[in-house]
């Protein structure tokens, strides 16, 4: 074989060693569809939602929904109650609410007390709460109040009566109770008609936290577990059948209290992708959990009262 030709072969594999490097040196620290491309590939679809994934732990935003006065055992001897219980999510099998009657459960849930108030009277309170949390990370909330009056809706003007048309109760409705939330105007501004969820939802601007009440009908205080059940299953399915929702959405639903008859056993079950669908956390859960499971999964600190000795129920997550 001639030098000549000996030196092209050379010179040859001194090229490819070359090119081989400056591609690897290229495709560090680039994503996968980006050495895709460059190896003459097509894009390929992202497996991450359009939503926040800088924020820490398992969920991006919670939905929590409230219904009224009924014992877990009595709730799943309904039909989609006990569906979604077993079906669709993750069943919280011994979650107790507080005490009686409702206005102090839900004190609890963003409080992580209820300040020695045991009456569904309008009460006013100088504390924080979870509000404060959130806000101080940068964080976003809404209370979703159905039938709340919508010329106070978003508005920075909070509707501070007892109930409006009979429907909205301000008892049920907790971020009402707070001094700084219902005289501060921007704060005011983040308490919307239940109607706005489905805005938000559009607009694919949702809060961290979505804290949603029915009202006083569809969330059987006044009707029952049967008109409860049928709203329900009208109610939930649009919204788990929203992929763009549901991506990193977790759903927390619950009653306020039992009916003095079981000692405070409800029911209470979580729904999401996160979730270990169908099975039962025999864990002990109470509403002061719901608040401790927000609070460790965005990493807020907690606000030192009965949050801060409360369980996640962190255990039902496919994480955990």
């Known amino acids: 074989m001639s030098k000549s030709v000996i030196s092209l072969a050379f010179l040859l594999v001194v090229v490819v060693l070359m090119v081989s490097t400056l591609l690897t040196s290229t495709t560090k620290g680039v994503n996968a ?6 190896r003459g590939g097509q894009p390929q679809a992202s497996s991450s939602s359009s939503g926040n994934h800088t924020l820490p732990g398992t969920f991006e935003r919670i939905l929590i929904v409230n219904f009224e006065n009924q014992p877990l055992q009595l709730t799943l001897l309904h039909e989609y109650f006990n569906y979604v219980a077993y079906k669709v999510g993750a069943l919280l099998g011994q979650y107790y609410a507080i005490t009686h009657p409702s206005q102090p459960n839900y004190l609890c849930q963003i409080a992580g007390d209820y300040f020695g108030h045991n009456s ?33 809706s978003g508005t920075g003007s909070c509707f501070v009566g007892a109930n409006y048309q009979k429907l909205y109760y301000r008892k049920h409705n907790p971020f009402m109770t707070f001094d700084n939330i219902r005289n501060n105007p921007n704060r005011c501004r983040n308490i919307v008609s239940g109607e706005q969820l489905d805005i938000d939802i559009a607009s694919g601007k949702l809060p961290n936290v979505m804290y949603y009440t029915p009202n006083i009908d569809n969330d059987g205080h006044d009707t029952g577990l049967n008109y409860a059940n049928d709203w329900l299953a009208k109610w939930l399915p649009v919204r788990l059948n929203n992929p763009n929702f549901m991506r990193g959405t977790l759903i927390f639903i ?27 956390d025999r864990n002990t859960y109470n509403h002061y959990s719901l608040l401790r ?28």
């Open 293 to 320: 499971t927000i609070e460790e999964n965005f990493q807020l600190g907690t606000l030192g009262r009965n949050d801060a000795k409360a369980n996640s129920f962190t255990s039902c997550f496919k994480n955990q």
């Open 120 to 152: 569904d009277s309008n009460v006013n309170v100088n504390a924080t709460t979870l509000v404060d949390l959130l806000e101080a990370k940068g964080l976003t909330w809404k209370s979703y109040q159905e039938n709340y009056p919508k010329e106070n």
């Open 33 to 38: 569809n980006t050495i895709n491309i460059l």
């Open 254 to 280: 619950t009653f306020d209290e039992d009916d003095y008859l079981f000692e405070n056993h409800i029911y209470a079950v979580v729904i999401g992708d996160m979730v270990k669908t169908g099975i039962e």
